[in-house]
């Protein structure tokens, strides 16, 4: 019917009204908060880019996963800043590798039982070159090894199941890691955990302020030659295809507001649990304006992420998701 029948304001007059007739919900358990972890003891140096985020030495990640767990949040993603960095990046599948002693010292504490502890599988933070897989150079010319990359990768993922870690999550965007993955996790003993891939992630802009937090920024070049490009929606339809066919269990796409559409295109695709990650440069971009007085903090936080969830993503990963759990509470 027509207008003055419909009044489609009839539905907002009141919050509890709004609340019962609302379309996309968030809760603390979809949300995952990322872990900086660095060598040393009582270590909690905040990352200047990123206010209220730290690099925590194992100790104080124990207690930061204590207080995520409180809240209901869903899980943790890890970090790893090594001691030492090398060109093969020896310290991401190393045994005693700081996430390896991190996954293992998390698994110890019983209060953090209703957290995953997701394992992010890549090897920039931990090569000198600070790129995501074996530099191959030639004079001035450089080249990311596809294969020789992923073999790492793959033993890199199967260093952190054997740690502890309930789900293995490559982020580097080589070509065919997730099968490598799948063969290395199952030939560990390790065929119950799943491989979360970060099917399309972007050569994006907005992760500055990462590469400070996990020391990670390329000592040369860029990831453009791995890393996907921002105009391809088609593309990043291919990776994900490919990724489910080798075996990946979940996806995760990364950067999330500014590719809510191919957050969207993919919900409208696959079935697989699929989650976003509000990057470093969203939420660092966001508390700048908040500094200045410009966006009012907690709507503005709440309308991000609501609008990664009504795009179609599952779970969040966000340097928000403390914050947020308290509004929800």
């Avoid at 696959?270 to 304006?289: F, I, K, N, R, T």
Wanted: charge should be negative; hydrophobic fraction near 40%.
């Amino acid at each position: 019917m027509n207008f003055p029948a419909t009044r489609l304001r009839r539905l907002r007059r009141t919050e509890a009204m709004r609340s019962l007739v609302r379309e996309t919900h968030l809760h603390p358990g979809a949300l995952i908060y990322p872990l900086f972890i660095c060598p040393g003891e009582g270590i909690r140096k905040e990352i200047s880019s990123m206010p209220g985020v730290f690099n925590l030495s194992i100790d104080e990640a124990v207690k930061e996963a204590e207080a995520c767990a409180s809240l209901g949040l869903g899980g943790l993603l890890l970090f790893g800043l090594p001691s030492e960095k090398d060109e093969e990046a020896s310290g991401a599948w190393a045994d005693d590798g700081i996430v390896q002693q991190a996954l293992r010292t998390l698994k110890k504490d019983k209060a953090l039982d209703s957290l995953v502890t997701i394992a992010d599988v890549c090897l920039c933070e931990y090569t000198s070159h600070g790129h995501c897989g074996v530099v191959a150079r030639d004079g001035d010319h450089y080249e990311i090894q596809n294969d020789s990359s992923v073999a790492l990768i793959a033993k890199t993922a199967a260093s952190l199941a054997k740690a502890g870690a309930d789900i293995v999550a490559p982020s580097d965007m080589m070509d065919g890691r997730v099968e490598a993955i799948r063969e290395a996790l199952d030939a560990g003993g390790h065929e119950q955990t799943p491989v979360m891939s970060y099917a399309s992630k972007f050569a994006s802009a907005f992760y500055g302020p990462f590469r400070e937090a996990a020391d990670s920024a390329p000592q040369f070049g860029d990831r453009r030659s791995y890393q996907m490009d921002g105009a391809n929606l088609r593309e990043a339809m291919r990776e994900i295809d490919q990724d489910i066919a080798e075996g990946a269990d979940m996806l995760l796409m990364k950067p999330a507001m500014p590719y809510l559409d191919v957050i969207r295109a993919a919900r409208e695709l696959y079935d697989l649990p699929m989650g976003a990650y509000q990057v470093s440069g969203e939420y660092s971009m966001l508390h700048a304006a908040f500094q200045r007085g410009w966006l009012e903090p907690e709507r503005t936080m709440m309308e991000s992420l609501l609008s990664i969830r009504r795009a179609g993503a599952d779970f969040i990963v966000t340097y928000f998701a403390k914050d947020a759990a308290k509004v929800l509470a």
